[in-house]
């Protein structure tokens, strides 16, 4: 390794993270067109329904019966932030909360002392393919907030700052900036009880979409923030910084040195690379499952506590509702609707 890239390691559907991150999954599914009833048309012969992660022509359909996702399960103790890039999502959770949503939008879910949520993957249009992308990125809470009320919000696309940066050749990267400041780019607010929403945290989610050739320069992050970027598309990307060069191949993940500005410069196919970075919280962690506290006790309490009620029950009439033809919204806990571009989240 040089003085740049500290450590590297292959993509596979789940990616390795570095506290405060916990897990980084990478959903990309070339769905066939839809039926009419919001899942696949498409013979499902062959494959392990309620658990089909083979990628057999290319798709999932994970946990679900008849449309692809993950029906209700429970989680504690963290959060997960969910970006789509393309396709759609259904969510419902144990608050009565619900939203459809998609093509750049991100979920963001505090599930502190405990949430059950459903996951699915409606293919909502029935003459042409449903394509589906996706990241679910899972973030730790601190010790002090993992029993805090689950929190429910919706980053749209419309409201997501995009950062554009043209080289004199006329070669494009366009940064979606989903968490943490990026140059004067202000992202929207994290929950309240979020790490990243602690000053000193240094949190950034980034997603860099590079043309052939064209270059972004990261700024320099605190000291003691871990930075991590993930080459998902392209043959590589290469880094500057300081008096240290390197390059990651495509298909690979990389610690990189984040105290001075770096420069990333695509290869001649371009690149996607998401980026993620934070200051460690930097205590145990016990996790087992959909629960990540930061003693085993706290593991053996969140089990009984789920076995007992389901963290306050699931209010729904199936464990994995979708919602039919309604596009792109959010229904809050207190009945609430939002929609792309309007205010609130």
Not at 170 to 179: D, E, F, L, Q, S
Request: hydrophobic letters at 35%.
């Amino acid at each position: 390794m040089s003085d740049l890239v500290l450590q590297s390691f292959p993509l596979g559907p789940q990616w390795p993270t570095a506290d405060p991150f916990l897990f980084c999954a990478h959903h990309l599914d070339g769905y066939p067109r839809g039926n009419g009833a919001l899942g696949p048309e498409a013979s499902l012969a062959g494959r392990e329904i309620g658990s089909d992660f083979a990628g057999r022509d290319g798709w999932n359909m994970y946990h679900g019966q008849s449309v692809p996702g993950f029906p209700q399960h429970p989680h504690r103790g963290f959060e997960t932030v969910t970006y789509v890039r393309t396709g759609r999502c259904d969510h419902t959770d144990g608050l009565g909360a619900a939203a459809r949503f998609g093509e750049g939008d991100t979920q963001w879910l505090t599930a502190g002392r405990g949430i059950v949520h459903a996951e699915m993957f409606p293919l909502i249009k029935t003459t042409e393919a449903n394509p589906l992308e996706l990241f679910q990125i899972w973030l730790n809470l601190p010790a002090a907030n993992k029993m805090v009320d689950p929190y429910f919000t919706m980053h749209w696309s419309e409201q997501t700052p995009v950062v554009k940066v043209e080289t004199s050749a006329g070669a494009t990267t366009r940064v979606v900036v989903i968490a943490g400041r990026f140059g004067e780019a202000v992202p929207q607010d994290p929950p309240p009880d979020s790490w990243a929403s602690h000053g000193d945290a240094d949190l950034g989610i980034w997603h860099a979409h590079f043309e052939p050739e064209a270059h972004l320069e990261l700024p320099a992050a605190r000291p003691g923030t871990i930075r991590t970027m993930y080459v998902f598309e392209g043959s590589e990307v290469g880094l500057t910084a300081a008096d240290s060069a390197d390059t990651v191949s495509g298909g690979t993940g990389a610690i990189v040195q984040a105290e001075h500005p770096t420069t990333m410069v695509a290869g001649a196919t371009g690149a996607s690379v998401l980026v993620l970075q934070g200051r460690p919280i930097g205590e145990p962690v016990a996790r087992y499952g959909p629960f990540v506290m930061n003693t085993e006790a706290e593991i053996r309490a969140a089990f009984t506590d789920y076995q007992n009620d389901q963290f306050g029950g699931w209010p729904w009439p199936d464990d994995a509702p979708t919602h039919g033809t309604e596009d792109r919204f959010a229904r809050h806990p207190n009945g609430l609707t939002h929609h792309p571009g309007a205010s609130g989240s």
